[in-house]
C-alpha cells in the first residue's frame, strides 16, 4: 500500500514533468550521529526522487562534516551545517521544507518545537518525548501554532514497528483469528559492548528515567498495540537492575489489561544474554505467533498462524520500517508543499499521539515498579 502511495506519486510528478531539483522538499537531517548515518543517510539516497537532502547538522562542526561527506555521495550540493548558528540557518532557508531529527531524547522535542515554530515539517526519533509532562507540553505548544490561524505543518515521530511489513500482517491476522485474548511479549535485547549504542551517553544519563527500556520499550509497545489493535490501560510491573554496565533500569516485567479485553504480559531484558523479541497471541480462533527471524540473510520476523480449523500458514517480512517511514514523510511533505493536501491527511502510524501512548505505558509500568508494582493506569497523551 505504502509503495503503491509513493509510486503514485512519483507518477504523478513524472507526469508533470516536474522532476526539477524545485519541484521536490528540500529536507535537513539534524544530527549525524550512528543512527542517522547508518539509517538516514541510505533510505535518502533511496528516496532522491522525491526529496533532496540540503543539509547535515550536528552540534559539533566535526560530525556534521563527516555526515555531510556520506551524503555528497549523492547528493553533491549538500551543506554542513553546526551549532546554534547552523540551526538558525536551517530554520531561515526557505528551500528546506522539512527536517528529520536524530536527537538524543533530552534534547530533540526542544528542536521540534523550534523547527515547527519556523514552519518546518517535521520527522523526529523516538522516543517523541522523555515523559508524559513533557509531550502533552509540546502538543499545546502545536497547538498554539494553529490557533494562531497558520496552518501548522507535519509532526511525524519515526518509531518504525508500525510500518514493518510482519507486523502488519499479524495484525491482520489477529483481526481475522477473533476476539483476542490473551498477549506475551518477550524482548530479550542482549545490550553488551559488541552493540553500537551500549555507550551512548544519552541513554545512560542518570535524568532519563528509563533508561534502554524507555528508549527500546516504545517499540515493544507499539508492536503490541498495532498486533493486538488495542490500547493497554493497566499495568502492575516490577523493574529491575542487574548488570552493572547497563544503566537502570535493565529488566521490566510487566503484567498488563487492554480495552479490547485482552490480558498479557511483557517481559524485557537488556542484560540477556540471548537476543530475541517475540509475541505470542491467543485469539478465540486461533493463535498468531511472531519472532525476530533471518531469512536469506534478511532480518526481520516470522508471523506464523496456528488456527482452530484449516491449514496453518506462515509469513516472512524482512524489516523495512524505517525507510519506509522516511518515505512517507517525504510523500506527506511533498503532498503538501506541492499538492492539496494538509499535515492532518499525514500517515497516521507516525502521529505523535500513537508515539505518545507508548510513552505512557513504559511511563506506567515504571510508576508501578516504584510502587512495588501497584496497578497504575495508562494516562492518556
Ligand atoms: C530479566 O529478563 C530476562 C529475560 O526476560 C529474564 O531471563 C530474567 O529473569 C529477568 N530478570 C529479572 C530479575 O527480572
Ligand atoms: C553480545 O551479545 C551478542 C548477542 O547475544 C553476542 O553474540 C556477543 O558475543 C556478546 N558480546 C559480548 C562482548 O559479550
Excluded at 277 to 305: A, E, I, M, P
Amino acid at each position: 500500500m505504502l509503495n503503491d502511495e509513493v509510486n503514485h506519486t512519483a507518477n504523478r510528478i513524472d507526469k508533470a514533468g516536474a522532476m526539477d531539483e524545485q519541484q521536490k522538499p528540500g529536507i535537513a537531517l539534524l544530527g549525524a550521529g550512528v543512527f542517522a548515518c547508518s539509517q538516514y543517510v541510505p533510505a535518502f539516497k533511496a528516496l532522491t526522487h522525491f526529496a533532496t537532502l540540503r543539509a547535515v547538522w550536528s552540534r559539533s562542526q566535526e560530525t556534521a562534516m563527516e555526515g555531510a561527506l556520506l551524503v555528497k555521495e549523492y547528493s553533491p550540493d549538500v551543506q554542513a551545517k553546526w551549532g546554534e548558528e547552523g540551526l538558525e540557518e536551517i530554520f531561515a532557508d526557505q528551500s528546506i521544507h522539512g527536517v528529520t531529527l536524530v536527537l538524543p531524547a533530552q534534547v530533540q522535542l526542544d528542536v521540534v518545537i523550534r523547527a515547527l515554530k519556523a514552519g518546518k515539517h517535521v520527522l523526529q526519533e523516538k522516543p517523541v518525548g522523555t515523559n508524559v509532562a513533557e509531550i502533552r507540553n509540546a502538543l499545546k505548544q502545536y497547538h498554539e501554532i494553529a490557533a494562531s490561524g497558520v496552518q501548522p505543518p507535519i509532526w511525524a515521530v519515526a518509531e518504525n514497528y508500525r510500518f514493518e511489513p510482519a507486523l502488519m500482517e499479524a495484525a491482520k491476522w489477529v483481526k481475522e483469528a477473533g476476539p483476542v485474548f490473551s498477549v506475551h511479549v518477550t524482548a530479550e535485547a542482549a545490550m553488551n559492548s559488541s552493540n553500537p549504542y551500549f555507550s551512548s551517553t544519552w541513554r545512560r544519563d542518570p535524568g532519563l528515567k528509563g533508561g534502554f527500556v524507555l528508549d527500546g520499550g516504545v517499540h515493544f509497545v507499539a508492536g503490541l498495540r498495532l498486533i493486538c489493535g488495542g490500547e493497554v490501560t493497566l499495568v502492575s510491573a516490577v523493574a529491575r537492575h542487574l548488570e552493572p554496565t547497563l544503566p537502570p533500569p535493565d529488566n521490566l516485567s510487566a503484567l498488563f489489561q487492554m480495552d479490547n479485553g485482552c490480558t498479557g504480559t511483557l517481559t524485557m531484558s537488556y542484560s540477556s544474554v540471548t537476543k530475541q523479541v517475540g509475541f505470542r497471541v491467543l485469539c478465540s480462533k486461533g493463535t498468531v505467533d511472531v519472532q525476530r527471524h533471518t531469512q536469506d540473510k534478511k532480518h526481520g520476523y516470522l508471523v506464523q498462524y496456528f488456527p482452530l480449523e484449516g491449514k496453518s500458514k506462515k509469513f516472512f517480512g524482512a524489516f523495512s520500517g524505517v525507510p519506509d517511514e522516511i518515505k512517507a514523510f517525504a510523500n506527506d511533505v511533498s503532498n503538501v508543499v506541492f499538492g492539496s493536501k494538509t499535515s492532518s491527511e499525514a500517515d497516521s502510524r507516525s502521529s505523535v499521539s500513537e508515539a505518545g501512548f507508548d510513552v505512557a505505558v513504559i511511563e506506567a509500568c515504571l510508576k508501578s515498579s516504584d510502587a512495588k508494582g501497584s496497578v497504575v493506569s495508562v494516562e492518556t497523551v
